[in-house]
């Protein structure tokens, strides 16, 4: 079992930064893909971004140019940085992790980002 635990979440003014993590408590298992994605109230859940093993990266088209998505394999951890945050990206942000030798993935409990105009 793989547990994942998000932090960085916040109330920030737009035009604002943010720096979201979120760290997987178990080193027995191999990341293979992570992803952040995001729920406002009344909307489904999206991808924002994600990083592959090999560092090869993919963002939403609301992400893009704003966003940066990276990960420290070592700490078994990764990043979310936001910059230039507008309200429309207020929403929950989850992290996800697939572990391909499982078959399976995971998912952190989600923190909240609120923007404000």
């Known amino acids: 079992q793989v547990q994942l635990v998000e932090s960085g979440g916040g109330l920030v003014q737009a035009g604002e930064s943010l720096r979201l993590s979120c760290t997987a408590s178990?080193?027995?298992?191999?990341?293979d893909d992570w992803g952040w994605h995001r729920q406002a109230p009344g909307k489904q859940r999206e991808l924002v971004a994600a990083i592959h093993r090999r560092g090869n990266t993919n963002y939403a088209d609301s992400a893009k140019g704003r966003f940066t998505i990276s990960r420290d394999n070592a700490k078994n951890t990764v990043y979310l940085q936001m910059n230039s945050l507008k309200p429309e990206d207020t929403a929950v942000y989850y992290c996800?992790?697939?572990?391909?030798?499982?078959?399976?993935?995971?998912w952190g409990q989600g923190t909240q980002v609120t923007v404000s105009s």
């Open positions: 996800n992790a697939v572990v391909a030798a499982e078959g399976t993935d995971y």
């Open positions: 178990s080193r027995d298992f191999s990341i």
